[in-house]
């Protein structure tokens, strides 16, 4: 039994349960794509790459079957929200969050470079924000770095508010791309806004390559680590085991004392945050198809409650 969530530019999506009763996420490659020996061919030897993902942080494959009429792959079903809709619903995220999220996030990326994958996508859209810690999915354009790309090689893939710089420039592309892109995730939960300013994609992608970026909205203690994923050149990034560690024993500073007005007294009042909801299922597509079903696919994860 499945349940049909969306479709874009590489095929369908479905909600659907194994027969063990896991929820699990089918995408069904188009049928004029899987007549094409090359691209099944590609898909099968990412599939293969991809299964090597098995992170506590990541959804990963479950099956995939690369030989059939309509090639499909199956990936772990994650509800929750994305990091892009908790941010919208519940404002920007505390100091202690955003380190949780940081490390779950850079635990993620350890389990994927370790496999020789470069995902090439990492956004608030594409972190699914679970009971047990954040996911990352849909690693719908990753690279495989002992691969030909699938790709036109001038094509221009990402998100351009969290590209790297030497993504924008069409430069040699490794791990540490991702930790430019996380770096501008971890600004976003912690600030609600990235730190190279807002305006057109033109606009954005300048300022990545050319500009430095404006950590002052970011807490204090978060400024330097974060300044640091967003180092122009690669080989001056943190790996994501390196920030691992900084993570794991990060304090934010106290706030300077400041010595209360006379006979003055501020109540200290307490407002409930409102729930994000329940999950909807239908609304899950909206994670997979945001680029639409992007081509060179390895693994693409589909949970995406509100």
């Known amino acids: 039994m499945s349940a049909f969530l969306g479709q874009g530019g590489m095929g369908s999506v479905y909600l659907a ?23 099944r061919s590609r898909f099968a030897r990412e599939i293969s790459a991809a299964k090597a993902v098995n992170g506590a942080y990541t959804a990963p494959v479950v099956d995939a079957d690369t030989d059939c009429d309509q090639p499909w792959l199956a990936t772990v079903f994650v509800p929750g ?14 100091f202690d969050r ?10 993620a990326l350890a389990d994927i470079h370790k496999t020789g994958i470069v995902h090439r996508d990492l956004k608030p859209q594409n972190v699914l924000m679970s009971a047990d810690g954040p996911r990352v999915i849909d690693f719908g354009i990753a690279h495989v770095t002992d691969l030909p790309p699938l790709t036109d090689p001038d094509a221009l893939l ?33 600030s609600d806004q990235g730190p190279f300013g807002s305006g057109s994609n033109a ?14 909205a970011l807490p204090q203690g978060l400024r330097l680590l974060v300044a640091a994923c967003l180092a122009k050149r690669p080989d001056r990034r943190p790996t994501p085991a390196e920030l691992l560690d900084a993570l794991g ?4 500073p106290a706030p300077p004392t400041v010595p209360p007005a006379r006979r003055s007294y501020t109540p200290t009042v307490w407002a409930p945050q409102g729930r994000l909801g329940t999950v909807d299922f239908a609304s899950n597509a909206q994670a997979l198809l945001a680029d639409g079903l992007t081509d060179a696919l390895v693994i693409e994860a589909a949970g995406h409650g509100t």
Do not use: N
Request: overall charge neutral.
């Open 17 to 39: 349960r194994s027969r063990g009763g896991r929820s699990v996420a089918v995408k069904v490659i188009r049928p004029e794509l899987a007549r094409e020996p090359s691209f």
């Open 81 to 94: 929200p994305s990091l892009w809709e908790a941010v919208r619903v519940g404002g920007a995220f505390t």
């Open 98 to 107: 955003v380190c949780q999220l940081g490390a779950g996030l850079a635990e």
């Open 158 to 190: 990402g998100t351009p508010r969290f590209m790297s710089p030497e993504q924008i420039t069409g430069g040699a592309l490794s791990p540490a791309s991702d930790v430019f892109s996380l770096g501008l995730v971890l600004a976003f939960a912690a």
């Open 203 to 216: 606009q954005l992608l300048y300022r990545i390559v050319h500009t430095e970026p404006d950590v002052s």
């Open 249 to 252: 024993t990060r304090e934010e």
